[in-house]
């Protein structure tokens, strides 16, 4: 699948209008994800990702910009958002194993890069080169888990694995760089054996360069992003891992992302 940079542009945009519908229909959710990772999730579903790759989402609490990524580009029926959140929908606001569209998505964080890495490395031993893709956050990074996993993907070389992170500097305790210090996680993740690409999360220019990039290793994309998306309505939070939406703000949101069209 391949679409052009403008076009998905104004997917990412649209995205992020129904996940603020969504999200503001139940009052309070993981935004900040969907303003940091819009952009991410267009660029691999709308883009790169191919019938038979293999797609993790890591972050069960990204499922909000998933759906609506999913939702903008026509790969769920638009009629489900009204169910978002509700019980027995299949539009969780945390994800789980009923989670459409991607094959695997993660309770415990952190634990996404080590399922990638199986469907990689079985893809390898049936001779099925397809491609697979995990998406991550920089939170993630915290945990031991995703070095473990790192170097074994390294050490068997698997060139058809790619990770992409959401460097957003969000996560439940505050910001990343306050909790644990990470940087600088591109040499780390060198360091470790991978291709590492540092990129402005937001560029669906760079975005597809970086995924289209030939290595024979593993790839992480590192992509610096924003959990406000430059909206003014929002830019005084202090933190926006998780956001109570009123109307009033809502609406808010919604014109100025509409502004942008």
Known sequence: ?????EELSDVATRARITAVDM???VGLGYLGQVFSSAEILTALMGHYLEPGDRFVLSPSHYVTAMYAVAVELGQLERQLVSDYGRD???METIGSELTPVVDFTCGSLAQGLSVGIGYALAGRLAGNR???VVFGSDGEVEEGQTWE???FAAHHGLSDLTLTLDCNDSQVDGRVSSVTTIEPLADKWTAFGWTALEIDGHDLGQLFDALEAETDRPKVIVARTTPTAGLSAIEDLDDAHFMKVDEPLQSAMVDELAGRL
Request: aromatic letters at 0%; glycine letters at 12%.
């Open 1 to 5: 699948m391949s679409r052009d940079v």
């Open 23 to 25: 999200v503001g229909s």
């Open 88 to 90: 027995g929908s299949p």
């Open 130 to 132: 397809a491609r697979t």
């Open 149 to 151: 996993a790192a170097m």
